[in-house]
């Protein structure tokens, strides 16, 4: 058993979290199925991309950020070191106002209530688990199975048609020509292939699985494929979800989390409308628990290194509570989901820093290295990825 659970659990629930569900259910109220195949390809991508990091961080014994110090010198390091810490404030940001938002569909908390909650929730169970790897693990993958499980509940009462489902993996040219589908297709790329992820993946994977390092890489390509397959599961299931409802309810508007939790009721029931709450409050805590994990390996780097990982887990999670707090009392919850969309586009804008340093890094650590075809894909989809960003700036 432990041969098949390891980081990729970890790494799976940032695919997950409160973003994607913005993104994915945005996408699918205002285009219907159509955008179901950036999600495949972006997924696909994130695959490769995930392998790439934790090749990195195996071959190399050090983390993407600990790499960019050694590999490119103190000032260009601090600054990808930087970026990579704006980009777990931005993951940060739309974790805290999932969790809070999910609180107050379930019981009706107040949202600043609920992300002072999600800071508090967080430091302790990372304290607790803090020497405690698998059961860190182990706590993740259950809490992700019970949001699969949710999906499937959800999908067999929607019946969402097999034909139009099929019909959005296929490509299309429109989401160019429409600078609103492009922006949202830039922030599923954003919500699926995530910073802090390929951070996180090159740190944690170190010492996770036995064996010789080319049997610890084979083993890790396993685990990040099958984690990430469950991924990809619920980020389709938030869009198929938003464009069943879509079908039924209001055909010519794109809504948010609030709305698809509130037509949720009168299309299928109430106990649909409530697993689809448990479901956000899971994916929004599993996904704090991440970004954290992600911040505190950061902080490292940037802070002295007397301090505690439980004080910059703390510490981070203070600094990200005053954006989700401010963004809150200026915009109000009805822009939430404008915001949670929002910040996945910054992430996807922030891929470069770390995908173009991956490329260096992949040329100078040459056992990393997975193959001619591999290492082309690798620099296909960042160069993809890069002209997207560049293409969004001058569109939207």
């Given at each position: 058993?432990?041969?098949?659970?390891?980081?990729?659990?970890?790494?799976?629930?940032?695919?997950?979290?409160?973003?994607?569900?913005?993104?994915?259910?945005?996408?699918?109220?205002?285009?219907?199925?159509?955008?179901?195949?950036?999600?495949?390809?972006?997924?696909?991508?994130?695959?490769?991309?995930?392998?790439?990091?934790?090749?990195?961080?195996?071959?190399?014994?050090?983390?993407?950020?600990?790499?960019?110090?050694?590999?490119?010198?103190?000032r260009?390091?601090?600054?990808?070191?930087?970026?990579?810490?704006?980009?777990?404030?931005?993951?940060?940001?739309?974790e805290?106002?999932?969790?809070?938002?999910?609180?107050?569909?379930?019981?009706?908390?107040?949202?600043?209530?609920?992300?002072i909650?999600a800071?508090?929730?967080?430091?302790?169970?990372?304290?607790?688990?803090?020497?405690?790897?698998?059961?860190?693990?182990?706590?993740?993958?259950?809490?992700?199975?019970?949001?699969?499980?949710?999906?499937?509940?959800?999908?067999?009462?929607?019946?969402?048609?097999?034909?139009?489902?099929?019909?959005?993996?296929?490509?299309?040219?429109?989401?160019?020509?429409?600078?609103?589908a492009?922006?949202?297709?830039?922030?599923?790329?954003?919500?699926?292939?995530?910073?802090?992820?390929?951070?996180?993946?090159?740190?944690?994977?170190?010492?996770?699985?036995?064996?010789?390092?080319?049997?610890?890489?084979?083993?890790?390509?396993?685990?990040?494929?099958?984690?990430?397959?469950?991924?990809?599961?619920?980020?389709?299931?938030?869009?198929?979800?938003?464009?069943?409802?879509?079908?039924?309810?209001?055909p010519?508007?794109?809504?948010?989390?609030?709305?698809?939790?509130?037509?949720?009721?009168?299309?299928?029931?109430?106990?649909?409308?409530?697993?689809?709450?448990?479901?956000?409050?899971?994916?929004?805590?599993?996904?704090?628990?991440?970004?954290?994990?992600?911040?505190?390996?950061?902080?490292e780097?940037?802070?002295?290194?007397?301090l505690?990982?439980?004080?910059?887990?703390?510490?981070?999670?203070?600094?990200?509570?005053?954006p989700?707090?401010?963004?809150?009392?200026?915009?109000?919850?009805?822009?939430l989901?404008?915001?949670?969309?929002l910040?996945?586009?910054?992430?996807?804008?922030?891929?470069?820093?770390?995908?173009?340093?991956?490329?260096?890094?992949?040329?100078?650590?040459?056992?990393?290295?997975?193959?001619?075809?591999?290492?082309?894909?690798?620099?296909?989809?960042?160069?993809?990825?890069?002209?997207?960003?560049?293409?969004?700036?001058?569109?939207?």
């Amino acid at each position: 058993m432990r041969r098949w659970i390891g980081p990729g659990v970890l790494v799976a629930v940032g695919y997950m979290d409160p973003g994607n569900w913005a993104t994915g259910i945005e996408a699918g109220s205002g285009f219907g199925y159509a955008l179901l195949w950036v999600i495949f390809f972006s997924s696909a991508a994130a695959i490769l991309l995930q392998v790439a990091a934790a090749r990195l961080g195996l071959f190399s014994g050090q983390d993407l950020v600990g790499l960019g110090y050694t590999l490119m010198g103190s000032r260009l390091g601090g600054f990808l070191a930087l970026t990579a810490l704006l980009a777990v404030m931005a993951t940060d940001l739309a974790e805290v106002l999932g969790f809070a938002l999910a609180l107050h569909l379930l019981v009706g908390l107040p949202l600043e209530v609920g992300a002072i909650f999600a800071l508090i929730e967080t430091v302790i169970v990372l304290y607790w688990t803090a020497k405690r790897p698998r059961l860190l693990e182990g706590l993740v993958g259950l809490l992700t199975l019970g949001i699969v499980g949710i999906f499937v509940y959800e999908l067999i009462l929607l019946k969402p048609p097999l034909g139009e489902v099929m019909r959005g993996f296929v490509p299309s040219a429109r989401v160019l020509k429409n600078p609103e589908a492009l922006y949202l297709a830039l922030g599923l790329i954003g919500a699926t292939i995530m910073p802090h992820n390929l951070y996180l993946h090159s740190a944690w994977v170190k010492g996770r699985f036995y064996g010789t390092l080319p049997e610890q890489a084979r083993l890790t390509a396993r685990d990040t494929a099958w984690s990430l397959s469950i991924a990809f599961f619920v980020n389709g299931a938030l869009l198929l979800t938003a464009a069943a409802l879509k079908a039924t309810h209001t055909p010519d508007a794109r809504w948010g989390i609030q709305e698809a939790h509130r037509l949720f009721e009168p299309s299928v029931g109430k106990a649909a409308a409530l697993a689809f709450a448990v479901a956000l409050l899971l994916a929004g805590h599993n996904a704090t628990l991440t970004s954290t994990l992600t911040g505190q390996l950061i902080l490292e780097y940037l802070l002295p290194s007397r301090l505690s990982a439980f004080w910059r887990g703390l510490l981070l999670r203070s600094v990200s509570l005053l954006p989700a707090l401010l963004a809150l009392l200026i915009w109000g919850s009805e822009h939430l989901s404008d915001m949670l969309v929002l910040s996945q586009v910054f992430l996807s804008l922030q891929l470069p820093f770390v995908l173009i340093p991956m490329l260096y890094f992949l040329s100078r650590i040459r056992a990393a290295s997975f193959g001619r075809i591999g290492h082309t894909l690798v620099w296909l989809i960042s160069l993809t990825i890069v002209t997207l960003n560049i293409f969004l700036l001058f569109e939207v």
